[in-house]
Every structure is written in C-alpha cells, then in structure tokens.
C-alpha cells in the first residue's frame, strides 16, 4: 500500500449502490476532498500506469450541422482506495463559432470498481463529483503556489465551479480575508457572495468589474465556461497566483487565459503534460506560451516536493487544471461512497447484475 494502511473493502458486499447529483450534494467537505485528491496524487504511479489519458468522441448527427453526439471517457486507479474509475459522458453537443453547448439531457456516469474483486460497487452522477474534485485539486495547487501572504481570493464565474473553488481554497488559504466575485450578472454575483460568506465565515462581496476584481486579488480563479480569455494578462501583477479550469480537447478549442498570462508566469503548473500533446490544447499554442513550453511542471511532482513551484513571493504564478484525471473521480467517489452508505443515502442493486462468474477452472477471456 502506498500509505501503509490496511486495503479498504469498500463494496460492503453484494451490492452497487447509485448514488445521484442530489445524494453528493454536501455529503464532502472541502478538507475531506482535498485529502482524498491528494492521497490520490501522490501516489507513485498516478499519472503513468494508474492513469489513461481523457478521450472524447464527436459523431455528427446526420442532417444538423456543428450538432455531435459527444462522448467523453477517463479511467484512473487509487490504489489506497481499493477503486479504478471510470468516469462516462454521454449528450448531445452543438459546436458552433468556437462555443459548445449541451442542449439537451445530459448523462454522466463515474463507476467505482473494487480493484481486487474485479467487481462495480457504485455508480454515481458524475455532476456530483466533478465541481468537488476539479475544486479540490486547484486548491491543492493554490497552497503550493501561492505567496505567503496571500488574502484576498478573487472568482470569475458565479456557477457550480466557481462558489466550489472558492469554499476549496477557504480550505487551504490560512490567512484568507475576503472573496471577490465578478460575472457578467450582478444577481450571480450577488448570490455566490452570500451563499460563501454563509458557508465559510469569510466575508465575500461582488465586484462590477474583471479591472477591480484583478487589482484586488492575489488569488485569481477563472472558473467559467467561456471559450475565450476572460481577462488581460498584461494587468497581472507581482506575486499573484492565477487558476484556470478550461481545456480543449483538440476538437472544440477553448481557453479563459490568454498569452500575456503564459508570457508573465514565472511557474506554470498543469496536471498533464501528455495531455497537452494529446489535445493540441491552444492555451500553449500561441507565441509567448509556446516559449515557455519546456518549463512547464506538473502537480504531482510539485505535490511530492521533486519540483519546485514558486520560490520567491514575487513571482506570477499560473496553475492550468487543464484535464480531468480518473485518479480524481477514484479519490472522491470513495470517499463519497462511503459517507454515503454511512448515512444510509441511495439505491442499492444487486451486484450479479453486472459480473460474469466463471466455472471452477475456466478461464474467460474478454
């Protein structure tokens, strides 16, 4: 074992508990998370043997153009916690002027498996662990990166994603004073501000501007679901630590950080760099990212103390979550699981619906 404890036996035996976006819904804490991410990370073999790259798949829909049947697909393993994952996204997507859009239901799937037993033992809705595990691991990378003294946490984007990330980095950020939220809608703006002021202790308020927003800040989080810079990297200043959560996936090419932010960073941290290849992400395709290219870290070296990340308060860094890793949904769907047949939360089915058992001395092969 990678931490020295016993192995878990999370199945509870016999059953595949599902568990809905409703069931996770303030089932983990951020601390928790966070823990779970990076017991998970710094595992050895995380992001090599126990971890395959994120593939997405765009069939065309016959007769309606830029329309797609999307699918999007990520295993990892967490050892420590006896599951592989694979996480599952079916829905139709609309792909027009460099913007995606769902229009219709949407399904998202991540299946935990137990690791010895070869066996499913939950399955749950991916939107109910996603906002948790991306959160998580950007706060992670903030408390690596970020200067010392930083107190002033600054969040565009008022959804989902971006009230998560800033109850996360509460969780790391010891000397944090204020949450700042900038979107386009003041009521947005408004109601992330209350909800995490209530949630944390912390006073937040809005701002009218993405200028007054970046003045204030140390910490700044671009947690969007834009296609396009979100803000001038030119205004960055010394010592901010910048986050962004959107990636391209070498088809629909997307990015809320443009190529003065690559240009200003001094530390650019991502969670794959096969993943860029992989991609053709476009944040590293332009001139001043390009340059700085062979610098780039990744998180679970910097997390395992390998690398270093920033090393002078006056640095700008930039942490990219630029991919989705199956080592998260491992990590929190676990954690998820457990708390969850704990309280007694979700729909138990039997587990021979989904193995095939063999004969004594037969040998399946799939």
């Known amino acids: 074992m990678s931490d020295g404890r016993p192995r878990q036996d999370p ?3 016999g059953q595949v ?6 069931d996770v819904a303030g089932l983990i804490d951020p ?8 017991a998970a990370l710094s595992e050895p073999q995380a992001m090599s043997r126990q971890s395959l790259s994120r593939r997405r798949l ?20 967490f050892v420590a916690g006896n599951t592989l994952a694979v996480r599952l996204d079916v829905s139709r997507a609309r792909v027009f002027e460099q913007r995606q859009e769902f229009p219709g239901d949407f399904t998202g799937l991540v299946l935990l498996y137990d690791l010895e037993k070869s066996q499913p033992y939950a399955i749950v809705h991916d939107h ?29 984007g008022t959804g989902e994603q971006a009230v998560a990330h ?15 939220y ?60 910048v986050v962004t959560i959107v990636s391209s996936d070498g088809f629909v090419q997307r990015r809320e950080v443009d190529d003065h932010c690559f240009g200003k960073a001094d530390v650019i941290v991502v969670n794959s760099k096969e993943q860029i290849v992989a991609d053709q992400q476009r944040h590293f395709s332009g001139p001043l990212a390009a340059r700085k290219i062979d610098q780039v870290l990744e998180l679970t070296d910097v997390l395992s103390g ?53 004969a004594p001395d037969e040998f399946y092969a799939p």
């Open 11 to 13: 199945t509870g035996g």
């Open 17 to 22: 508990r599902v568990l809905s976006t409703k």
């Open 31 to 38: 601390d928790e998370s966070i823990a779970a991410i990076e």
């Open 58 to 77: 765009y069939v065309p829909v016959p007769g309606k153009e830029n329309e797609y049947y999307w699918h999007n697909n990520m295993v990892g393993a």
């Open 128 to 156: 109910g662990l996603s906002p948790i595990r991306v959160a998580a691991t950007s706060a992670l990378a903030t408390r690596e990166l970020a200067a010392s003294d930083a107190a002033v946490l600054g969040i565009i």
């Open 166 to 180: 800033a109850l996360a980095h509460a969780a790391v950020m010891p000397g944090l004073t204020t949450v700042l």
């Open 182 to 241: 900038y979107s386009r809608s003041p009521e947005n703006r408004m109601r992330a501000a209350r909800r995490t002021q209530e949630e944390t202790g912390v006073a937040a308020e809005p701002v009218s501007s993405v200028e007054e927003l970046m003045e204030r800040s140390h910490v700044l989080v671009a947690a969007t679901n834009a296609t396009e810079p979100v803000f001038d990297g030119r205004s960055l200043r010394p010592g901010q630590h």
């Open 306 to 358: 390998e690398v270093k990340g920033r090393t002078d308060d006056s640095q700008i860094s930039l942490y990219d979550n630029n991919v989705g890793l199956g080592v998260q949904f491992a990590a929190v769907g676990a954690l998820a699981y457990q708390k969850a047949r704990a309280a007694g939360i979700g729909v138990d089915l039997p587990v021979e619906l989904f193995v095939t058992r063999k």
